[in-house]
């Protein structure tokens, strides 16, 4: 949901707390704010946090992003107020949707301006709209709707809101449901502002008796609260509010830590300097890194060009011999192409010297079930039907993966790196698996060095991500050269 540039460039000082940037108003700044925004037009969103959201916010990274991204975020709460004096911070008053409502309301029947009431039981935002229309004479509810719907009943509530013409949409379903909502629906809202307020239309529409003035004034709401709704409230209260405190604290040390860091290197030079330190430290480090990471990957290259094209030009007439003995046993193309799966997923054609009769790849869906590899992911069997002789031996022997050399040399491959898989693997693959994606793939990597496909799946996702996380170009060439006798001695191939 974009933010408004008005409001932006309008906005009020703040703080953080658990990550959630708060608003620092006054009840009379927010309502003044209110108002403008409704003079103004446009789609704008506030929110109210109390120390329930606020822990909610902590543990759900979605939730939070979605409370940065309101135009307005007041502080809601004794929650708030002693979570600044833990951290320091000077006390926000506390703007709570309750205290709220009656001040909006005397202004909205005083400007003219239309609510809608959204959420609590059947009927409840209808009871609390006709007791506030009794005491704001005036006062325009323009419409009411209760807050338990599904995501398919979305688009007509959000039609009745529009057929209202309400100015401001009070949304009374709870943290994190209403907050979520407003965000999933903003944008088909035409109100100028939607505001989330909790279980308000509970107390205006007398189905809930709100807390003693007393209760209130001493930030101990939460305890009626809690008297009331026991079975409900005791995890928000009894458990979330130590926890809240907790929170807090530590973001205290943590704060103190940092600012004792930055004062520790202020301290060491005088501030302009230690800045500038600062800085072309940072610029140093990051100019090494990004050249390091441009090295790597040139010099990979590089090797991998040089390598492979030597080695197609000297391996010529070998490989017109192979041809030769493929075509002599049995008739088809000399080279099988295949679809692989390359970098990041990219598919690209590799190469290698056909071993099997050409009808091979229709007869695999009848040998599935003498599948030999472990994890169901990969596809092999020892005696194969499907194999010709020849291509028996050039697989022992490895030399049916040369023609790669030539997807080396145009870059889809490189001489090392993960096995690339098919597809139809890749669609069988989990999250996790798919970081072996991450890298080129290569010919030959760790695992075709320690054994080749004897290896269990998992375990060669495992090699393939530790390669690809602490690959160098020594590492390529030790195992370039542990190739050699792997590739001699056949072990692990099939
Ligand atoms: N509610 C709703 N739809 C839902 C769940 C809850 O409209 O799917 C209403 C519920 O009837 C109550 C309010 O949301 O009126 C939640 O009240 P609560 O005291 O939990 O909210 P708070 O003010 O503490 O955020």
């Not at 759900?60 to 992003?65: F, G, M, Q």
Request: include cysteine; glycine fraction near 8%; aromatic fraction near 8%.
């Amino acid at each position: 949901m974009p933010r408004d540039t008005v409001s932006e460039s309008a906005k009020p000082s703040g703080f953080e707390i658990l990550g959630v940037r708060i608003d620092r108003e006054s009840m009379e700044s927010a309502l003044d704010w209110i108002e403008s925004r409704v003079t103004q037009g446009g789609r704008h969103t506030a929110q109210f946090v109390n120390a329930h959201c606020l822990n909610l916010a902590y543990r759900h990274r979605s939730y939070s992003r979605v409370l940065s991204r309101a135009d307005r975020v007041f502080a809601d709460g004794s929650g708030i107020r002693l979570a600044c004096r833990i951290l320091g911070l000077e006390q926000p008053d506390n703007v709570n949707g309750t205290d709220m409502l009656p001040l909006l309301c005397e202004r909205a029947a005083a400007n003219g301006l239309r609510l809608y009431f959204l959420g609590g039981a059947p009927s409840v935002a209808c009871y609390a709209a006709q007791e506030l229309v009794r005491h704001y004479p005036g006062l325009k509810v323009v419409g009411n709707s209760h807050g338990y719907f599904g995501p398919d009943q979305d688009e007509s509530v959000c039609a009745d809101i529009n057929r209202s013409g309400a100015d401001i949409v009070l949304v009374g379903m709870g943290a994190p449901r209403q907050e979520m909502w407003i965000d999933t629906n903003r944008q088909r809202i035409d109100a100028a502002l939607v505001m989330g307020v909790g279980g308000l239309f509970d107390f205006y529409s007398g189905r809930i008796p709100r807390a003693p003035l007393w209760m209130r004034r001493t930030g101990l709401e939460w305890c009626w609260r809690l008297a009331q709704e026991p079975a409900r409230m005791w995890r928000r209260y009894v458990l979330g509010n130590p926890l809240f405190i907790a929170r807090v604290a530590r973001e205290r040390l943590d704060r103190r830590f940092e600012e004792r860091a930055r004062e520790r290197l202020l301290s060491r030079y005088d501030r302009p300097f230690a800045l500038m330190l600062h800085r072309l430290r940072f610029a140093v480090s990051s100019a090494l890194w990004r050249a390091g990471i441009w090295a790597w990957h040139a010099a990979k290259r590089g090797l991998d060009i040089a390598a492979a094209g030597t080695l197609l030009l000297m391996l010529m007439p070998f490989f017109l011999a192979v041809a030769a003995l493929i075509r002599l046993e049995s008739p088809g193309p000399v080279l099988f192409r295949q679809k692989r799966v390359g970098l990041h997923g990219k598919l690209f054609t590799m190469w290698k010297f056909r071993s099997m009769y050409i009808d091979a790849e229709a007869r695999k869906a009848a040998l599935m079930a003498a599948n030999e590899m472990q994890g169901g992911v990969l596809f092999k069997m020892k005696n194969d039907p499907r194999i010709t002789r020849v291509g028996r031996f050039i697989r022992k022997a490895s030399i049916d993966e040369l023609p790669q050399l030539w997807n080396v040399v145009t870059g889809d491959m490189s001489l090392v790196g993960p096995r690339p898989p098919l597809p139809s693997e890749v669609a069988l693959y989990s999250l996790r698996d798919r970081r072996r994606l991450d890298g080129v793939p290569g010919i030959t990597c760790t695992w075709q060095v320690s054994g080749r496909s004897n290896i269990p799946f998992p375990r060669q996702v495992a090699l393939d991500v530790e390669y690809l996380e602490s690959r160098s170009l020594w590492r390529d060439l030790v195992i370039l050269l542990k190739t050699v006798p792997a590739v001699l001695t056949g072990r692990g191939a099939m």
